[in-house]
């Protein structure tokens, strides 16, 4: 469902768009409704496309406000409420679990083959080194 609605949302994106750069601006840049042919009233007139380029957006823009509120309503329709009182993370430890064994951190880093008295060797470079000056 979300995804229908999405490509109508992006459609008219699309389409609103294309309607408001066909408008006549006040300059008179990219109107398509100029000069020539029919009376004043007429469907290509610049008066008449005026007229239903400016319905044509609004109508457009009515229907982007509504899949705009769809898609809000159908992001948050299975959400729980929760308080805003609460921190985000009351329900989980913060922080990293400590093994039961009495362990430390470093016990959980140290490689499973070595012993827990000494420390492995250094892998070897992977590639070759450059010199540092002391």
Same mark, same amino acid.
């Given at each position: 469902?979300?995804?229908?609605?999405?490509?109508?949302?992006?459609? %008219?994106?699309?389409?609103? /768009?294309?309607?408001?750069?066909?408008?006549?601006?006040?300059?008179?840049? $990219? &109107?398509?409704? *100029? &000069? *020539? *042919?029919?009376?004043?009233?007429? @469907?290509?007139?610049?008066? &008449? #496309?005026?007229?239903?380029?400016?319905?044509?957006?609004?109508?457009?823009? $009515? %229907? @982007? @406000?509504?899949?705009?509120?769809? %898609?809000?309503?159908?992001?948050?329709?299975?959400?729980?409420?929760? #308080?805003?009182?609460?921190?985000?993370?009351?329900?989980?430890?913060?922080?990293?679990?400590?093994?039961? #064994?009495? *362990?430390? /951190?470093?016990?959980? /880093?140290?490689?499973?083959?070595?012993?827990?008295?000494?420390?492995?060797?250094?892998?070897?470079?992977?590639?070759?080194?450059?010199?540092?000056?002391?």
């Amino acid at each position: 469902m979300e995804n229908v609605v999405l490509t109508i949302h992006l459609i %008219l994106a699309l389409l609103l /768009i294309g309607v408001v750069l066909l408008q006549r601006s006040e300059g008179g840049g $990219l &109107g398509i409704g *100029g &000069g *020539g *042919g029919g009376g004043s009233g007429g @469907f290509f007139s610049a008066r &008449g #496309s005026a007229n239903v380029l400016t319905r044509t957006t609004a109508i457009l823009a $009515l %229907l @982007f @406000f509504i899949t705009s509120l769809s %898609l809000t309503l159908i992001a948050t329709w299975g959400r729980a409420p929760r #308080s805003i009182l609460q921190p985000a993370g009351t329900s989980q430890p913060a922080g990293p679990q400590v093994p039961q #064994s009495g *362990g430390t /951190i470093l016990d959980q /880093i140290r490689p499973q083959g070595a012993p827990s008295g000494e420390t492995p060797a250094p892998a070897a470079p992977s590639g070759p080194q450059v010199p540092q000056s002391q």
